[in-house]
């Protein structure tokens, strides 16, 4: 069986809105898109790397995947991340039922929790969710995340979508890993504490 492993970038006080771009996700006024760049560092990278070539498939809401998409489809297909992102199967969890354009996408049929323990059952490897705010909310209620990695920037943002809410399960994690990269963001490693 597959793992469900939540990958985000997440600001001291909770932020997950648009972290990589100024024009990523302006709801609610959001202006302060684009915060990671001053701390990405060849740690940060080198993680993020990693987390994407292990990946056997992507779960993604619909905008994390427009998102993704725009970004990675037409890129360098040399490098090993951008050839593993577009070759790998990716799962959009969305009430969507247009083409998607992306190779090798697929969307989830069927309520989320259902859908998502099917796609565990028949995934060999682990199954990556990077940004996707709302969906990771909604796995987090249906208690049906394995692992956390995240990436906690070294900046306040006052305000912005958070990644978890008052609907989510009591879950308990237990800490396995942590680097500090040289720009001062700590990636923490969180599995499922089975002894609880």
Known sequence: MGRLSVVNFVSMDGVVQSP???????????????????????????????STVSAAGLLLGRRSYEILH???????QSEPAVAAMNGMPKYVASSSSEKLAWSNSHWLEGDLPSAVIDLKRGIDGGLVVFGSAALVRELARFDLVDEYRLLLFPVLLGGGKRMFDDDAALA??????????????????????TDT
């Open 172 to 193: 308990r994690f237990r800490l396995v890993d942590t680097v500090v990269s040289p720009s001062g963001v700590a990636i923490h490693s969180f599995v499922r504490d």
């Open 20 to 50: 990589l771009s100024e024009d990523e996700d302006r709801d609610g006024g959001f202006a302060h898109g684009g915060w990671v760049a001053p701390y990405s560092d060849d740690v940060v990278e080198q993680f993020m790397r990693d």
């Open 70 to 76: 725009t970004a990675w489809a037409d890129a360098d």
